[in-house]
């Protein structure tokens, strides 16, 4: 067996505080696995923070700097210096491995344990589970361990996952990650709200890269290109529901909308647009609704008395059947992009909150039949979660279909992946309701505090870690794994370099 390099020694500390002393010319890193054997057992810490330390009293040390610095001797030095100065490490136990058993660690290493940084064999209880999702490899310090990280994509996409994090620190590139990893899987349809355009790739690379693109990912875009879709959605096929917690109302123009909506039914908003003039609606009321219509949908009347929309998405004649023919793709474990690059935010929304409320509505009825069974998890990437999850949002326009779904999608088989900057904004009752948090880096003192007070493991000391967190490092923190995973995150560009090329290999192999 090769000789494990031995990085320091136990030398005090409490539970969630170990001091482990480096050895001089060894680098502990902050966020660092180490290893402290036991009989029968592995413990793995983790390094949160680091100090010096000495033997030497400060004031003789500062003597000593300053009779160097000042030109007294530059030869002065102490004796035996790596007895005497050294690092301290504080680390607290994460795991306890007890040959395939990964424990809460519930006792201290031996005092004076040796230490020694973390290998791959360590690691040998990192599987791969059924339904894997591709998070990318286990890091120790900004190290990378050939250790690959799944997670189970049934449990974990069911139980929402949130991805908070600074601009600019990897949240898009892992989910793109993540989905290259499941489109050849149709145990999961995932609904991409796409407000860059970033995903498809339309410039560069793109999940329309994947060999397995061609049967199971669907792009709406209202500027397509050939072979793919036009995003246009039929106005009547929005409900008056599909605006609840979205766009807000008045009591007056609820009314005016119930009534229009029980007159004309599906062209309801048609109705509204040309100003047909219903008993009991005052024509203040549905001059207000034109114009609310027009800002949010972009529907007009030209002079001609035809109706027209400025980002042509909404139509009152063509589209009939887009909302439809995506929520059975997702039914089908298909992965559908819609580019809403050119809408306003509230149009976005919109129809994301038609599209999911046709699936929630499908796999209600499917549970209550008892075949929900059969049917694909659903979920649904939304950017900016805050929008629609925000506390003061939910106070004031009132709960939306993607709050739902965060409360009780669970029970149906739908869940979010919700991407935020500010993950502060969402309320705790529905953070605690998201089972994996995968957490990159965060400069906002604010924010991490409400990442780690969410958090399914105790992440008390790691504020310092995540704030020094690099671009694509990431901490895996879910209810779903034994403790809270450091992950590097591939760049996706190289991540689907190399398994195109894997799958060569493999078809190669097979032929
Ligand atoms: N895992 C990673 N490894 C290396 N570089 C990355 C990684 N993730 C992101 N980047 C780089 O950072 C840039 C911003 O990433 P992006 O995913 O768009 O961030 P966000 O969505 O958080 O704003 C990317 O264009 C890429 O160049
Ligand atoms: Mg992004």
């Known amino acids: 067996m090769e000789e494990l390099e031995i990085v320091g020694q136990v ?289 007009y009347l030209d002079d001609d008395g035809n109706l027209q929309c400025r980002s042509k998405v909404f139509s009152d004649t063509a589209g009939q059947t887009t909302t439809k023919d995506i929520v059975n793709a997702l039914e089908k474990g298909k992965k559908v992009i819609v580019d809403t690059s050119r809408l306003l935010d509230q149009a976005e929304l919109l129809i994301g909150s038609i599209i999911v409320s046709e699936i929630f509505y499908r796999y209600q009825i499917y549970k209550s039949e008892g075949k929900l069974e059969d049917k694909p998890v659903v979920s649904i990437v939304i950017e900016e979660a805050p929008r629609v999850l925000g506390t003061d949002v939910l106070a004031s326009l009132g709960e939306n279909i993607y709050s739902t779904v965060a409360r009780e999608g669970r029970k149906f088989k739908i869940g979010l992946i919700a991407i935020t900057q500010l993950i502060s904004l969402i309320p705790r009752q529905i953070l605690a309701n998201m089972n994996t948090k995968i957490i990159l880096g965060n400069e906002m003192a604010v924010e991490r505090k409400a990442i780690i007070d969410s958090a399914a493991q105790d992440l008390s000391e790691d504020d310092r870690t995540i704030a020094s967190l690099d671009r694509g490092e990431a901490i895996l923190s879910s209810s779903f794994t034994k403790f809270a995973v450091p992950v590097q995150i591939p760049l996706f560009e190289d991540y689907i370099k190399a398994t195109i090329k894997a799958e060569k290999d493999k078809t190669i192999f097979v032929g």
Not at 198 to 215: M, T, V
């Open 11 to 299: 030398v005090g500390g409490k539970t969630a505080e170990l001091l482990i002393r480096e050895k001089s010319g060894k680098k502990i890193e902050l966020g660092d696995l180490l290893i402290a054997e036991e009989e029968g057992a592995l413990l793995i810490l983790q390094v949160y923070d680091l100090a010096y330390g000495s033997q030497v009293p400060q004031s003789t040390r500062e003597l000593l700097a300053g009779l160097k610095l000042e030109g007294y001797g530059t030869e002065l030095t102490f004796l035996e210096p790596e007895l005497r100065n050294y690092v301290i490490a504080k680390a607290k136990a994460v795991a306890r491995i007890e040959g395939k058993d990964v424990k809460v660690p519930k006792t201290l290493p031996r005092f004076f344990s040796y230490i020694r940084y973390i290998t791959e064999k360590d690691l040998e209880f990192f599987t791969k589970p059924p339904n894997p999702v591709y998070v990318g490899k286990v890091r120790s310090g900004s190290k990378k361990l050939d250790v690959d990280v799944y997670l189970n994509g049934v449990d974990v996409f069911t139980h929402h996952v949130v991805i908070p994090a600074t601009t600019g620190r990897g949240k898009s590139n892992l989910v793109k990650v993540m989905l290259w990893s499941i489109l050849d899987q149709p145990n999961f349809g995932v609904l991409i709200l796409d407000p860059h355009d970033e995903y498809y790739g339309r410039h560069g690379k793109g999940l329309k890269d994947s060999p397995y693109a061609k049967d199971s990912l669907i792009y709406y875009s209202s500027t397509p290109f050939p072979g793919t879709n036009t995003l246009i959605v039929n106005l009547r096929s929005i409900l008056p529901s599909h605006f609840q917690g979205i766009v807000e109302f008045t009591d007056a123009q609820l009314d005016a909308i119930r009534s229009y909506y029980n007159r004309f039914e599906d062209e309801w908003i048609e109705n509204i647009v040309r100003g047909t003039e219903v008993d009991g609606v005052a024509p203040r009321t549905l001059e207000v609704l034109q114009r609310k219509f027009y800002n949010v949908l972009g529907v």
